[in-house]
């Protein structure tokens, strides 16, 4: 007989572990903690059972990105010129405006764009997705939830007087729970440190070294204690800046590209002109 088969499965020994009923969602951790250091749950699902259930207790406005940080598209430029900042930005969604970032009118989807070069008229109005809007209070577990049933992916934050308060992703409210998530435009750990793309700007892994990322960009940055180009950054601005949060250093512009609440993983480098304060391709 299979001595395995008379073995208590996982879900019997973590309801052993908890058949005192927590009073509280503090009990409840430290049990979960408990079970932990038992060896009943790794680190991966109390990570994951911990975020799960502060995503009850987190507002939207703490993992939105805020309005100034938004990518947005304005409804009266040309197809050249929404092509250009889509490349640039590499989104796959962008709220479209009536030239007032507080108007709202749709939602454009990047891949639209492929279809939209063989139409013999451009009207991008044709093309938006209806916006969907929420308030800054909305705990994530109900957004979730309603991202799920109405399948959207995105959403677009207001504030109390109904003005455009940032915006929030599918993948931001996923993040909270089960961590960061990589993309296809995160580097593969064995690639280098810096990397170049076709139009001109550097990702750069927050783990560079400072004097490494000062030899390749000529730069001479420094800071007391920081070894780290992320640490750098984190040393400059007193806290973990959120994605697509931007810092101006050098005549150079770092861009968060990827963030958890914890640390930086990846930043976007563009050169800044020295007269204007605009970034230049190379």
Do not use: C
């Amino acid at each position: 007989m299979d001595s395995s088969s008379s073995k208590p499965t996982f879900f019997e020994r973590l309801s052993t572990l908890l058949l005192r009923e927590p009073e509280d969602r503090e009990q409840l951790i430290q049990l979960l903690h408990s079970a932990f250091e038992r060896n009943l749950l790794d680190a991966d699902a109390l990570s994951i059972t911990e975020g799960a259930l502060s995503a009850s207790e987190t507002s939207v406005r703490d993992v939105m990105v805020p309005s100034a940080q938004m990518d947005t598209l304005d409804i009266g430029h040309s197809l050249n010129d929404i092509v250009r900042q889509v490349i640039r930005t590499a989104h796959s969604r962008f709220p479209v405006h009536d030239g007032n970032r507080d108007n709202v009118i749709g939602i454009l989807l990047a891949k639209d764009l492929l279809r939209m070069q063989h139409e013999a008229s451009f009207n991008l109005h044709d093309w938006l997705r209806p916006a969907v809007f929420i308030p800054e209070s909305k705990r994530l577990n109900v957004l979730l939830r309603e991202f799920r049933v109405s399948r959207n992916h995105m959403a677009v934050v207001v504030d109390e007087y109904g003005g455009v308060a940032g915006l929030v992703t599918i993948e931001d409210v996923l993040e909270q729970i089960v961590g960061d998530i990589e993309d296809e435009y995160d580097f593969d750990e064995t690639e280098d440190n810096i990397r170049i793309d076709q139009s001109g700007r550097y990702r750069v892994k927050a783990q560079t070294e400072v004097a490494d990322f000062n030899a390749a960009f000529g730069t001479a940055l420094h800071a007391e204690d920081v070894d780290t180009i992320g640490g750098l950054i984190l040393n400059h601005l007193g806290r973990v800046p959120k994605r697509n949060e931007s810092v101006d250093l050098a005549n150079l512009r770092f861009r968060v590209l990827r963030a958890d609440s914890r640390r930086l993983y990846t930043l976007l480098i563009e050169k800044m002109s020295p007269v204007t304060g605009d970034t230049v391709a190379e």
